[in-house]
């Protein structure tokens, strides 16, 4: 729920469904917690490092797919929002495509 | 004139002007920090070796600057739920909190930086210290940005909620939106520099 939702008016309603909202916030809060620890844990068994790369970057996707659903409120957002957010995503995966051809020499750009 | 649909939403688009354009922004936030992802990725594994991030850099330091930014997410949004719970004094002590837990992570990021320069650690010693200076850096001006706005909203600004609170409202929620973005990204960069 945005305020954008609740633009008119902040009935009894609205301030239980805001009740809930925070208990999810607190419940979000615990697991950003525990996977903190879960990172910086598995980061001491110095894992080869594609095996450590892949673990940390699932836990970080984690994470913030966790702060941008429920704090950001992307589980509950209009489609304009979502549309932009897909165009960034393409953008973004070209962005990070871009090293990739670089590897051997180049030979993906010559 | 006054600012078109700050507080009533766009029937076309369903959302305000301000939502559409704080999304906008991050948008293209996104793609700042992106190319500097990629930067990284392209010097880490075009050279010859990489030291792992906690030979140079302070882990449990790190690991506690993580905890502050996501503690002052949740403080930032319990600031924006209280104000939709009309509680404007609960607002007030949330909001000062994620500035206070800001101010915390930019002292703890200014030891950082004042160990490495003490320690001839400077971004010309090292691929590996460039890419970190740069990129933390760039991260810590966002934090500073983020407490300014926020500290206008929790000090002058806050005068809008007598006159029009679903716009102050709605401009919390905004800048929240962009603080919660700046602790995405130290949700990444933390494990990128420190850990691999």
Redesign the interface.
């Known amino acids: 729920m ?3 939702h ?3 008016s ?1 009935t009894s309603d ?2 239980v469904d ?1 009740d809930k ?2 208990r999810v ?2 419940t ?2 615990v697991a ?2 525990a996977l ?1 620890i879960v ?2 844990a598995v ?1 001491r068994y110095h894992l080869p ?1 594609p095996i ?2 892949t673990v ?2 699932i ?2 996707s984690i ?2 797919s966790l ?2 659903c429920y ?2 409120h992307l589980i509950s957002e ?4 979502y549309a ?2 897909a ?2 995503v393409v ?2 995966i070209a ?2 495509a ?2 990739v051809l ?2 051997h020499d180049g030979f993906w750009i010559r | 004139m006054d600012i078109p649909y700050t507080v009533e939403v766009r029937r076309d688009t369903g959302l305000t002007n301000g939502k559409i354009g704080i999304w906008l922004f991050l948008a293209s936030e996104v793609m700042l920090f992106g190319a500097l992802f990629a930067s990284y990725i392209l010097i880490r594994v075009g050279s010859a070796s990489w030291p792992r991030g906690d030979t140079f850099l302070d882990v449990p330091l790190a690991t506690l600057n993580t905890i502050v930014l996501i503690a002052s997410s949740v403080t930032m949004v319990m600031a924006w739920a209280s104000l939709m719970r009309n509680r404007f004094g609960t607002f007030r002590l949330y909001m000062g909190g994620t500035i206070l837990l800001g101010l915390v992570f930019l002292v703890v990021k200014y030891f950082e930086y004042s160990h490495h320069l003490h320690a001839g650690e400077l971004p010309r010693t090292h691929n590996f210290l460039a890419i970190y200076f740069t990129l933390t850096g760039l991260h810590g001006l966002h934090v500073f940005g983020g407490m300014v706005v926020n500290a206008y909203f929790w000090g002058p600004g806050a005068k809008l909620w007598k006159t029009n609170p679903v716009w102050f409202t709605n401009r919390v929620e905004h800048s929240g939106l962009f603080w919660h973005f700046v602790d995405l990204v130290w949700i990444f960069l933390f494990p990128t520099l420190y850990l691999l």
Not at chain 1, 78 to 81: E, R, T, V
Request: no cysteine.
């Open positions: 945005t305020s954008d609740a633009a008119t902040m609205h301030a805001i909202h925070v916030y607190i979000v809060f950003l917690m903190t990172t910086v980061s490092v450590a790369v940390a970057l836990v970080a994470k913030g702060v941008a704090f950001m209009k489609k304009l929002i932009v957010l165009l960034t953008f973004f962005l990070m871009l090293p670089t590897v």
